[in-house]
C-alpha cells in the first residue's frame, strides 16, 4: 500500500519561498495524477494545484498561480511544490494526493508578515 511522505514545510517571512516535498512508497507512483491541497483550522480543504502522470500538465489555484510550480519526479517517486512570495494567507497545513484518495499526513507552512 502506498504512503506518501511531504516535507520541507516551515517558517518563512513573507515574501520568502519554500520548496516541498512529498515521497512515496510502498506502491504505484508513476501513473497517477498528484495534487497538492492545504487546510487551516478555519477552512476545508482547499485545492492548491495538480500535475498529470506524465508531468506534462499543471493545474493551480487562481490563488497561487504565477506564485506556485509543482513539478515530478517519477524515478524517485517524488512530486515537489515551489512556493514563491509566499502571503501570510498562504499559512496551512499542505497535503500531497496520488490520485483521488491517497492523502500524505501534511506538512506545516506558516508564513510571518
Known amino acids: 500500500q502506498v504512503q506518501l511522505v511531504e516535507s520541507g514545510g516551515g517558517l518563512v517571512q513573507a515574501g520568502g519561498s519554500l520548496r516541498l516535498s512529498c515521497a512515496a512508497s510502498?506502491?504505484?507512483?508513476?501513473?497517477?495524477?498528484m495534487g497538492w491541497f492545504r487546510q487551516t483550522p478555519a477552512t476545508e480543504r482547499e485545492f492548491v494545484g495538480a500535475i498529470s502522470w506524465t508531468g506534462g500538465t499543471t493545474y493551480y489555484a487562481d490563488s497561487v498561480k504565477g506564485r506556485f510550480t509543482i513539478s515530478r519526479d517519477n524515478a524517485k517517486n517524488s512530486v515537489y511544490l515551489q512556493m514563491n512570495a509566499l502571503k501570510p494567507e498562504d499559512t496551512a497545513l499542505y497535503y500531497c494526493?496520488?490520485?483521488?484518495?491517497?492523502w500524505g499526513q501534511g506538512t506545516q507552512v506558516t508564513v510571518s508578515s
Open positions: 494526493v496520488r490520485g483521488i484518495s491517497t
Open positions: 510502498g506502491g504505484t507512483f508513476r501513473h497517477y495524477a
